[in-house]
């Protein structure tokens, strides 16, 4: 998972160019080789950085973040859009939006996508006209309606990290809450249950991206929800190989289903 506002934060005060853009993502592409790269799309706004001239608003989290910033900022985003896009015809790449609440921002982001999509193609700009689209799931009425937004998707990346933020009304960045940031919460692993069974059923893979995905105990309760594909910075990989390598699938679905209820 490449968090693409990292490229925005190291080009300020300016937005970084088209062709900047494509020439980082093409980087990403190159270093991600065969298994792909998926690049989320810029989630400024929030906790995160501003986009351009900063309002200040009371509820940041709750404000003009993600998906609904890029939606709101068309020409910022279609040059985003593109780069990525132009980045795909060299190497394996997925798209990927924060901040989903409804499914008409997906159909609306995906729009984006196709028109894209055209305008490089009037302009015999080579790109990966197959290229996957998904959607974080990292608000609690994306996992309400994940069965209708799995049919706009073709993969779901769970922000567990804004998910639980969301679902327990536990500010991620407020030191005074952090107690109460409980990514074992009975309703964080319904969640996590139910968009799982949404994806089975609708054929699209979930992965686990958050700082749960990381976590040697939640890891256990992760696989035993049924989720095999988690995302985790590098330097976490051998301790969580270490750890999937050691637990047996039937106790951990026994675990997840004594915890669920
Ligand atoms: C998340 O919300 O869990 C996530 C993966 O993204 P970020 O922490 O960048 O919001
Ligand atoms: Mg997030």
Excluded: W
């Amino acid at each position: 998972l490449y968090r693409s506002e990292f490229l925005f934060l190291n080009s300020l005060p300016a937005l970084p160019s088209e062709d900047e853009q494509t020439r980082v993502f093409e980087q990403v592409a190159d270093a991600a080789g065969k298994h792909g790269a998926t690049i989320r799309t810029f989630d400024l706004g929030g906790d995160k950085l501003p986009l351009g001239r900063y309002e200040s608003e009371q509820n940041p989290a709750l404000g003009q973040r993600a998906l609904r910033l890029a939606l709101g900022s068309p020409d910022v985003f279609r040059t985003h859009v593109r780069a990525i896009l132009r980045a795909s015809a060299r190497g394996s790449v997925r798209i990927l939006f924060p901040m989903v609440a409804h499914v008409e921002e997906m159909r609306s982001a995906r729009a984006v996508v196709a028109s894209c999509m055209a305008e490089l193609d009037a302009e015999g700009v080579p790109f990966d006209r197959r290229i996957a689209v998904g959607a974080m799931i990292e608000v609690p009425s994306a996992v309400l309606v994940a069965d209708q937004l799995a049919s706009e998707c073709d993969f779901f990346s769970i922000g567990t990290n804004d998910l639980i933020q969301y679902l327990l009304a536990v500010d991620r960045s407020n030191q005074h809450v952090a107690p109460m940031f409980a990514p074992l919460h009975p309703s964080v692993l319904r969640a996590l249950r139910r968009v799982i069974e949404a994806s089975d059923a609708a054929g699209i893979p979930s992965i686990v991206c958050g700082e749960m995905a990381s976590d040697p105990v939640h890891v256990a309760m992760l696989v035993g929800l049924g989720y095999d594909r988690l995302s985790m910075t590098p330097t976490s990989i051998p301790l969580i190989k270490r750890v999937i390598s050691a637990i047996d699938r039937g106790q951990a679905v026994e675990l997840a289903g004594e915890a669920l209820a």
